[in-house]
Every structure is written in structure tokens, then in C-alpha cells.
């Protein structure tokens, strides 16, 4: 169930990237032009990951501290990394972080209500086989 449940995780990551990168083309339209959702989506695994990178390289000094401090400095630094990278990339200034974060948040949501559905579905569907195995 384990390997599951970590395959499944994998998976979903991909899904916050799309995720995000649909939310941005809806909300950084410019009048001219743009970028499209490919664009978005390149631009979202990029930050993704950076921050991947990062937190890989901070996870064993930080959760060893504190599990929460190690979730509150992943999370936070998604919203500090898409925000400075979307200055340089939207070029929207303040208005541009503002709807960035917007998105991002919409974007956790999604992530982890579809996490939360994934993970109960593979509780269940754990239960069910060792109750007829």
C-alpha cells in the first residue's frame, strides 16, 4: 500500500504542475498576448523544481528540527519562489505576485483534496483485500 500511495504522490505532482500552470494562463492573460498553457506549465515545473531541489537539500536539517517548521518553510518558500520568478517571467509586478499567489493557493487546494481522495481510495481499497484475502 505504501508503494502505492508514494506512486500516487508522484503522479500528483504532476498534477499541481498542471494545475498551476491551467490557473496562470487563466489569470496572466495580457492584452498582448500572453503566455499559453504550455508556456505556463514549462514555467511551473521550473520553480517546482527549484524548490524540489531546495528542500531536498534543507529536509534533513529542518524536519529533524521540526516537522511543522520543515512544512511551514516548504510551503512558505513556494509562495516566495513563484512570486519572485513570476516577476521576471510575467513582468506584471505587484499585480503579477498578487495573482500568482492566488493561484498557487487555488492550486494547493486542489492538490490536496485530490491527495486526500487518492489516499482514501487506496485505504479502501486496502481494506477490501485484506478483508476477502
Given at each position: ?118 489516499m482514501m481510495i487506496f485505504v479502501i481499497l486496502a481494506t ?6
Amino acid at each position: 500500500m505504501l508503494r502505492s500511495v508514494t506512486a500516487a504522490y508522484s503522479y500528483m505532482g504532476l498534477f499541481f504542475a498542471f494545475a498551476m500552470a491551467g490557473l496562470l494562463s487563466l489569470f496572466m492573460r495580457k492584452n498582448r498576448g500572453g503566455f499559453n498553457l504550455a508556456e505556463q506549465f514549462v514555467f511551473s515545473l521550473f520553480v517546482i523544481g527549484h524548490w524540489t531541489l531546495f528542500t531536498g537539500l534543507i529536509l534533513p536539517i529542518t524536519f529533524r528540527i521540526s516537522p511543522i517548521l520543515h512544512s511551514t518553510i516548504g510551503i512558505g518558500g513556494y509562495f516566495v519562489l513563484f512570486a519572485v520568478a513570476s516577476l521576471g517571467f510575467h513582468q506584471e509586478g505587484a499585480k503579477g505576485v498578487l495573482k500568482t499567489s492566488l493561484c498557487l493557493a487555488i492550486a494547493f487546494l486542489a492538490y490536496f483534496i485530490i491527495l486526500a481522495i487518492v489516499m482514501m481510495i487506496f485505504v479502501i481499497l486496502a481494506t477490501l483485500d485484506a478483508a476477502g484475502g
